[in-house]
């Protein structure tokens, strides 16, 4: 993937999101302005984007939903509920192509039907297709209306544009509007139409009349630009293709360039003409028409309307060796000019000469070769052009003959007189040859292959490259404007942490080289300084700790965008009336924190919404108000995030959780009687728990709140749920701000360390060995009134035990959840933070190790997994 | 600098961008009858061009190059080069 495409990529992620999130907020407050605005410009920012690549029905699924947001900006149309699902389905959809540009690099099969299923949902709403989409349907061939300022140009320049679409070139009538602002994006709308190739004729004319010079505004854009082109439609929209909304491109028909002008006159003479003409047309006499028509414009008055006639059908018939077909509508023309009247077309046949316009003629149409076969010829022709020292100039032959010949190979039009056209073109190490072979297989003269324009001329403003170029610089500068942001890969923040990871067990080496200093070298100067220096190091260390630490740490606000959205569609779809109030979203913590827990948070919201608030009707009768309300609030308590969601819903009934339970054997009936109602409802967390009865479309499908619990016991958090029965439910996660640095208590076990992970450990006791006493071959103790069991270390690890045990044990009671666990070690050592690093390789599948951590002297300290262990 | 100004003439040189339009607006509104030199220039950035098409300064030299003169001479129809 390119590098531009992976920026879009991720560009384009954040402007579905600011859009969709813009939606869901203006749905409550229609009337928002400036909310509008904002959505569009998300919208319209990612269409002008979507144009750099070859994703063309991305781009028309988000042009049609500008254009819907466009009229609603402009207050022709409602914005509804359908309508915001309409649009929220298209910027999903768009999400997902870009997931899959993101994995294949091109959008999957099926795109193009699907986007225009999409596309036209959402024009059906805006009615009638609007002027918007001129631009698509030029592409389509459909439009072929010519354009009124044609009348602008001059005469001679409308029979020259005549001529070439009557030899065969498809005219384009190209209208560019620049916006009035566009000289601070950087643009130059000059240079961008000059790049326009095959220019038959040009105005640049003020779109009104400008100011005069004392209140003229020099960075004001006010010309328009009318432009004829015999470029390829597809080079015309190219070039346009980032101020599409700017430019009007229509093909202009041959005949629309006749505009007769200048005074009428009567008289026999021309109907006599007319007559003769008309005759000639039906037998394809041109020389006659030609001469007949000479003489009478001889007799003619220049600025007459019959003059004018004359002269296009002049221009028509073309010179005296010209033996092109007539086209049908000559006849109306001649009739015109008999009337004194304006032509009257409809009643024109279709002629060869007007139907096959499409392409330039020649030899190319001939043998039919398509538009990309063309596009690979016309740059070999530049390739023979480009200037080169003369031994590279074989190779340039050489290749260009090569291609040459493969496309036609490709297309079935290599014959034998081109096979050896090409084969001695190269043998003879003649380019003037090939080159002539191509001209007349392309049917162009040379001058109208298109050149690379100049590089003087390509650098004429700021930001005035490429377009490529100048789109991303325009991107850039808006990003920059708006927010000062670095888009860095995850993968060199983490680089980056590990480095420093590395710095601070390499710094910690140096307490021990000061130990030596002293007791080896005997030098306690030197091991002083050492000592000021590992002060000066450490500190250091811990900033650049504590700013990496920074720099990944994200508001959980980022998370819960996608909430309102959820809570919209679930409400919406199950009919309940549901207010998501969201609070503490500036609260921080680590980016892998905040998205291990994206998947739990939609779990309970989901639950919250489909279990928790109930139908309307019921709130109503239970005396709540109709609408129910899910909190979804987040806050920093220590060294850990706090999230809670809670809803006013119906709350949990115990006695069904307890019947549940015991039906599902994952208790028996009278230790389910035992519990406590606030431990029952903690039942939900146990696996494969599911109260709802039926299985609904949102939950309930047996994966419930267990999943919820594992996620984020994973990510080293905890969670606990209360419950009101009518009053409604909290759940509360707490995890860990960071998951990198980890606080261990490294304890001695048969002459190793390991390391035990600090959040575990409740406390560190000493206790006789008397104390500890043995049932039924388990061992445990008590401590403050309360049994504890007691496993041993060495034990559980498989490691030889040390003859004789000391008077007191030292053990270690770690906390899984409410159970408490004694541990005996053979002793504590210091605490330590370190950097925690997952067991990889063969190691990688090794239970009861959560990893390892490299410690100041060097030393690898192994960190267990007590959980899994016991 | 693409643009010499002189006592009644602008001398305008080169690629001129976006930048210059404010000087050469400066040293219009000064002149009652401007006369610009287009001869040796390459490419008008709009805002210039546009200043122009506002000041209808008097030519004196159209510019050299063929396809460019095609475009000054498309924004002052009125004023055909000799």
Same mark, same amino acid.
């Given at each position: 993937m390119s590098d531009l495409l992976g920026q879009f990529i991720s560009e384009s992620r954040d402007l579905l999101e600011k859009a969709a999130e813009g939606l869901l907020a203006l749905e409550k407050a229609p009337d928002d302005g400036e909310l509008v605005n904002t959505i569009f410009r998300s919208v319209h920012t990612l269409k002008g984007a979507s144009g750099l690549?070859?994703?063309?029905?991305?781009?028309?699924?988000?042009?049609?939903?500008?254009?819907?947001?466009?009229?609603?900006?402009?207050?022709?149309?409602?914005?509804?509920?359908?309508?915001?699902?309409?649009?929220?389905?298209?910027?999903?959809?768009?999400?997902?192509?870009?997931?899959?540009?993101?994995?294949?690099? =091109?959008?999957?099969?099926?795109?193009?039907?699907?986007?225009?299923?999409?596309?036209?949902?959402?024009?059906?709403?805006?009615?009638?297709?609007?002027?918007a989409d001129g631009v698509v349907t030029v592409a389509a061939g459909v439009a072929q209306t010519a354009a009124p300022w044609l009348a602008d140009f001059s005469e001679a320049e409308r029979l020259a544009a005549m001529e070439r679409a009557l030899d065969g070139a498809r005219v384009w009538a190209v209208e560019y509007r620049p916006d009035s602002q566009c000289f601070f994006n950087g643009?130059?709308?000059?240079?961008?139409?000059?790049?326009?190739?095959?220019?038959?004729?040009?105005?640049?004319?003020?779109?009104?009349?400008?100011?005069?010079?004392?209140?003229y505004d020099p960075f004001v854009c006010?010309?328009?630009f009318q432009l004829l082109t015999a470029a390829p439609g597809e080079a015309v929209r190219d070039l346009f293709r980032y101020v599409e909304e700017q430019v009007d491109i229509v093909g202009v028909e041959p005949r629309h360039f006749v505009l007769l002008d200048g005074d009428r006159i009567d008289g026999p003479l021309y109907e006599d003409f007319a007559e003769n003409a008309l005759g000639w047309l039906e037998r394809g006499d041109a020389p006659r028409l030609r001469t007949a028509a000479r003489t009478?414009?001889?007799?003619?008055?220049?600025?007459?309307?019959?003059?004018?006639?004359?002269?296009?059908?002049?221009?028509?018939?073309?010179?005296?060796?010209?033996?092109?077909?007539l086209p049908g509508?000559?006849?109306?023309?001649?009739?015109? &000019?008999?009337?004194?009247?304006?032509?009257?077309?409809?009643?024109?046949p279709l002629s060869a000469g007007t139907a096959g316009a499409a392409e330039p003629a020649g030899?190319?149409?001939? &043998?039919?070769?398509?538009?990309?076969?063309?596009?690979?010829?016309?740059?070999?022709?530049?390739?023979?052009?480009?200037? =080169?020292?003369?031994?590279?100039?074989?190779?340039?032959?050489?290749?260009?003959?090569?291609?040459?010949?493969?496309?036609?190979?490709?297309?079935?039009?290599?014959?034998?007189?081109?096979?050896?056209?090409?084969?001695?073109?190269?043998?003879?190490?003649?380019?003037?040859?090939?080159?002539?072979?191509?001209?007349?297989?392309?049917?162009?003269?040379?001058?109208?292959?298109?050149?690379?324009?100049?590089?003087?001329?390509?650098?004429?403003?700021?930001?005035?490259?490429?377009?490529?170029?100048?789109?991303?610089?325009?991107?850039?500068?808006?990003?920059?404007?708006?927010?000062k942001v670095l888009k860095v890969d995850?993968?060199?923040?983490?680089?980056?942490?590990?480095?420093?990871?590395?710095?601070?067990?390499?710094?910690?080496?140096l307490p021990y080289l000061s130990r030596r200093a002293e007791q080896i070298y005997a030098s306690r100067e030197m091991a002083r300084e050492i000592k000021d220096q590992h002060a000066v190091i450490d500190r250091i260390a811990q900033e650049l700790q504590e700013a990496i630490m920074a720099v990944r740490m994200l508001p959980v606000g980022q998370m819960f965008q996608r909430f309102p959205r959820l809570v919209r569609d679930l409400a919406r779809r199950l009919d309940k009336r549901i207010e998501l109030v969201v609070t503490g979203e500036e609260t921080e913590a680590d980016k892998t924190v905040i998205e291990s827990l994206v998947d739990p948070l939609v779990h309970m919201i989901r639950n919250a919404i489909d279990h928790g608030i109930e139908p309307p009707e019921d709130r109503l009768a239970a005396g709540k108000p109709e609408a129910g309300t899910i909190r979804l609030s987040a806050c920093q308590e220590n060294d850990r995030v706090v999230i809670e969601v809670s809803d006013d819903g119906a709350g949990i009934d115990p006695a069904a959780i307890r019947r549940k339970a015991v039906q599902r054997g994952l208790l028996a009936a009278e230790a389910a009687e035992a519990l406590s109602d606030?431990?029952?409802?903690?039942?939900?967390?146990?696996?494969?728990?599911?109260?709802?009865?039926?299985?609904?479309?949102?939950?309930?499908?047996?994966?419930?709140?267990?999943?919820?619990?594992?996620?984020?016991?994973?990510?080293?958090?905890?969670?606990?749920?209360?419950?009101?029965?009518?009053?409604?439910?909290?759940?509360?996660?707490?995890?860990?701000?960071?998951?990198?640095?980890?606080?261990?208590?490294?304890?001695?076990?048969?002459?190793?360390?390991?390391?035990?992970?600090?959040?575990?450990?409740?406390?560190?006791?000493? &206790?006789?060995?008397?104390?500890?006493?043995?049932?039924?071959?388990?061992?445990?103790?008590?401590?403050?009134?309360?049994?504890?069991?007691?496993?041993r270390l060495g034990r559980l690890l498989d490691l030889p035990e040390t003859a004789e045990r000391p008077e007191e044990e030292a053990v270690m009671v770690v906390r899984f959840g409410k159970e408490r666990l004694g541990v005996v070690v053979d002793g504590f050592r210091e605490s330590l933070e370190v950097i925690v690093k997952p067991m990889d390789g063969i190691l990688a599948g090794m239970p009861g190790y959560s990893g390892t951590a490299l410690l100041g002297d060097g030393r690898v300290l192994l960190v267990l997994d007590l959980k899994e262990l016991v | 600098m693409p643009i010499r100004f002189e006592k009644t003439m602008a001398v305008l040189e080169g690629v001129c961008a976006v930048e210059e339009a404010e000087s050469l607006l400066d040293w219009l509104k000064g002149r009652k009858r401007p006369r610009v030199d287009l001869g040796r220039c390459e490419h008008l950035h709009t805002a210039v061009l546009q200043l122009l098409i506002a000041a209808k300064p008097a030519v004196v030299a159209w510019p050299e190059d063929a396809e460019w003169r095609r475009w000054v001479v498309a924004a002052f129809p009125a004023e055909m080069p000799s």
């Open positions: 690549f070859e994703i063309a029905p991305l781009t028309r699924l988000v042009h049609a939903g500008e254009d819907l947001l466009g009229a609603v900006r402009a207050g022709t149309l409602m914005l509804d509920p359908g309508t915001v699902d309409l649009l929220l389905d298209g910027l999903d959809q768009v999400g997902r192509w870009l997931d899959d540009l993101e994995a294949a690099g =091109c959008l999957p099969d099926g795109a193009d039907s699907l986007s225009d299923g999409m596309v036209a949902r959402q024009r059906a709403l805006l009615g009638a297709v609007t002027a643009e130059d709308p000059v240079h961008l139409a000059r790049q326009l190739p095959d220019l038959l004729a040009l105005r640049i004319a003020p779109l009104m009349e400008l100011p005069a010079l004392a209140d006010a010309v328009r009478l414009l001889g007799l003619t008055g220049a600025a007459t309307h019959q003059a004018s006639g004359l002269r296009a059908l002049l221009a028509a018939l073309g010179a005296d060796d010209c033996n092109r077909p509508w000559l006849n109306a023309l001649v009739e015109a &000019i008999a009337s004194g009247a304006d032509p009257d077309w409809t009643a024109a030899t190319a149409v001939a &043998i039919g070769l398509d538009e990309d076969s063309r596009t690979i010829l016309r740059a070999q022709l530049r390739l023979l052009d480009s200037p =080169c020292a003369a031994e590279v100039r074989l190779g340039h032959l050489e290749a260009a003959a090569a291609a040459v010949r493969n496309i036609l190979r490709a297309g079935g039009h290599l014959d034998d007189t081109l096979e050896g056209t090409l084969a001695k073109a190269v043998g003879d190490n003649d380019p003037a040859s090939l080159r002539a072979a191509l001209v007349a297989l392309l049917g162009v003269e040379p001058a109208a292959v298109p050149a690379v324009v100049p590089e003087s001329a390509s650098e004429p403003a700021r930001g005035g490259g490429r377009p490529a170029e100048r789109m991303l610089e325009e991107v850039r500068t808006e990003t920059a404007a708006a927010q995850q993968g060199k923040v983490d680089s980056l942490m590990n480095l420093i990871g590395e710095l601070v067990v390499a710094k910690n080496g606030a431990d029952a409802v903690n039942l939900v967390f146990a696996p494969g728990f599911s109260t709802k009865e039926q299985v609904s479309d949102l939950s309930g499908r047996g994966v419930g709140m267990d999943v919820v619990r594992t996620a984020v016991e994973k990510a080293g958090g905890t969670v606990t749920l209360t419950s009101t029965l009518g009053g409604g439910t909290a759940v509360r996660l707490a995890v860990p701000l960071t998951m990198a640095v980890t606080r261990v208590m490294s304890v001695d076990v048969s002459g190793h360390a390991f390391g035990v992970p600090m959040d575990i450990i409740a406390e560190t006791v000493r &206790i006789p060995q008397a104390r500890i006493h043995s049932i039924r071959g388990d061992e445990a103790f008590v401590l403050r009134d309360t049994v504890v069991p007691v496993v | -």
